[in-house]
């Protein structure tokens, strides 16, 4: 009885962590993402953002809201939010203030924690300048994520 107990938990352990059933929803950290996600480090260590558009990041003085709405089931938002972890990290600009939502894989739970935002697809990036929506990076950046979220900040100057 306790052999087929364990192997009945060894099992369930082992599918959850082949097919992705543990998932994060609602506002996270990432903190968050990354203690339940450690393969996510790999990503974050590997990505290397173009260093004259860290620097533009850098130089931004005034506050820019990022909210990024993700499934922690995604490799999109494994990539791209791995990427944007970085790119943080390297800009280190308080003024960019970033809040994480998790959104799970069920399309029809989503509606609580994307309401009223139009998310179709993951990663999106949505940018606000005086809570107003500015631009947003959805799945896939055009070019990398930090010369997307550039090109939206410098479009908002123009």
Same mark, same amino acid.
């Given at each position: 009885m306790k052999k087929s107990f364990l192997y009945i938990?060894?099992?369930?352990?082992?599918? =959850? =962590?082949?097919? &992705? +059933? #543990? %998932?994060?929803? &609602?506002?996270? =950290? /990432?903190?968050?993402?990354?203690?339940? @996600?450690?393969n996510w480090q790999g990503e974050v260590a590997s990505y290397f953002p173009k260093p004259e558009i860290i620097e533009k990041l850098k130089s931004i003085d005034y506050e +820019?809201?990022? %909210? +990024?709405?993700? &499934?922690?089931?995604?490799? #999109?938002?494994? /990539?791209? *939010?791995s990427a944007y972890f970085k790119i943080m990290e390297m800009t280190y600009n308080p003024l960019l203030v970033t809040s994480y939502i998790g959104i799970p894989r069920d399309i029809e739970a989503r509606?609580?924690?994307? /309401? &009223?935002?139009?998310? *179709?697809? *993951?990663?999106?990036?949505? *940018? @606000?300048?005086?809570? %107003?929506?500015?631009g947003r990076i959805i799945e896939h950046p055009k070019k990398t994520v930090e010369e997307d979220l550039a090109d939206i900040i410098e479009s908002e100057k123009s």
């Amino acid at each position: 009885m306790k052999k087929s107990f364990l192997y009945i938990i060894t099992f369930f352990f082992l599918i =959850s =962590s082949i097919y &992705g +059933i #543990d %998932e994060l929803v &609602g506002r996270l =950290s /990432q903190e968050d993402i990354l203690e339940n @996600f450690p393969n996510w480090q790999g990503e974050v260590a590997s990505y290397f953002p173009k260093p004259e558009i860290i620097e533009k990041l850098k130089s931004i003085d005034y506050e +820019i809201k990022i %909210e +990024i709405f993700l &499934g922690t089931w995604c490799p #999109d938002c494994k /990539q791209h *939010v791995s990427a944007y972890f970085k790119i943080m990290e390297m800009t280190y600009n308080p003024l960019l203030v970033t809040s994480y939502i998790g959104i799970p894989r069920d399309i029809e739970a989503r509606e609580p924690y994307i /309401q &009223g935002k139009n998310i *179709v697809r *993951v990663p999106t990036f949505i *940018v @606000f300048i005086n809570d %107003e929506e500015i631009g947003r990076i959805i799945e896939h950046p055009k070019k990398t994520v930090e010369e997307d979220l550039a090109d939206i900040i410098e479009s908002e100057k123009s």
